[in-house]
């Protein structure tokens, strides 16, 4: 574990700056969006225990060449982390490591840890343990993506092993509109979701832009199936690379799984 004391822009869950004598491992987060921002999924879920630090892309589009514009500045990202103490990178970003398809998701782990010197994963790593976890294999999928975005998820789902049963999006493009997003949208998006694919056994929520926690629980309810979703998905796996439990009570089956 690296010791990261020298790290100032880390942040508990609570948002208070780390003292100097604060030693706990560290979540190096990669974000699409430019700010440097932790989002709030992790910071929300695990308050305790593990601290964590991001950096941006500066992604402005849900879009193959907006992925295209930012996709070199992964590893500049990642050894940028690994600076700042990171004992293990996350890149919380869903369509950005799909596009191109499994094998690329996999290269970029690779690229990750290389430039970083510790453990790596990408949101759509997380996706898929998410689903095996949960032991799903036929899909109803929600998406905040415009068509091109849909066509190659699927695609990537596919050559994965999984079933897309259906899958209805939001069609959004620009970036900024995903956090536009309302509980209530994303209710209706599930329902909509879930009527198109009645022998589906999960739902995969895809963006890591859309605020899912409150809607988890209701949507499984509603529904009857286990919800995946690309943000609670990323920050469980985080913790899972850092060797702690990522249960947490009350936000789905996933969650109380560990």
């Known amino acids: 574990m690296r010791d990261g004391r020298a790290m100032t822009t880390a942040v508990t ?14 979540i190096g987060m990669i974000v699409p969006p ?16 593990v601290r964590f630090v ?10 193959p060449d907006g992925y295209d514009q930012v996709i070199d500045r992964i590893a500049t990202a990642s050894a940028e982390l690994a600076e700042a103490g990171a004992d293990a990178i996350a890149l919380m970003g869903t369509s950005i490591s799909f596009y191109r398809g499994p094998v690329f998701n996999a290269e970029l782990v690779g690229r990750m840890e290389a ?31 415009g068509d091109a975005v849909n066509e190659r998820l699927s695609a990537f789902l596919r050559e994965a092993g999984f079933e897309v049963l259906a899958l209805e999006s939001l069609g959004i493009v620009d970036v900024d509109r995903v956090f536009d997003v309302t509980g209530d949208d994303l209710m209706a998006l599930g329902r909509r979701a879930a009527a198109a694919a009645p022998d589906a056994d999960a739902m995969f929520l895809s963006c890591g832009g859309l605020r899912t926690l409150s809607v988890t629980t209701p949507l ?36 109380a799984a560990g």
Not at 34 to 49: H, I, K, R, S
Not at 54 to 63: E, N
Not at 240 to 250: E, I, K
């Open 13 to 26: 869950n609570a948002g208070a700056p780390l003292t100097g004598t604060d030693v706990l491992p560290t």
């Open 115 to 145: 430039a970083s010197g510790v453990p790596a994963t990408t949101m759509s790593n997380a996706v898929m343990e998410a689903l095996d976890k949960l032991g799903a294999r036929k899909l109803s999928v929600a998406t905040a993506y």
């Open 54 to 63: 991001a950096r941006g892309l500066g992604l402005t589009s849900l879009t």
């Open 220 to 255: 499984e309810i509603e529904t009857g199936l286990p919800i995946v979703s690309s943000a609670v998905a990323g920050a469980w796996a985080a913790m899972r690379l850092v060797g702690r439990d990522p249960s947490v009570p009350g936000y789905g089956r996933l969650l």
């Open 34 to 49: 430019a700010p440097d921002v932790v989002p709030p999924e992790p910071l929300q879920l695990y308050p305790d225990g």
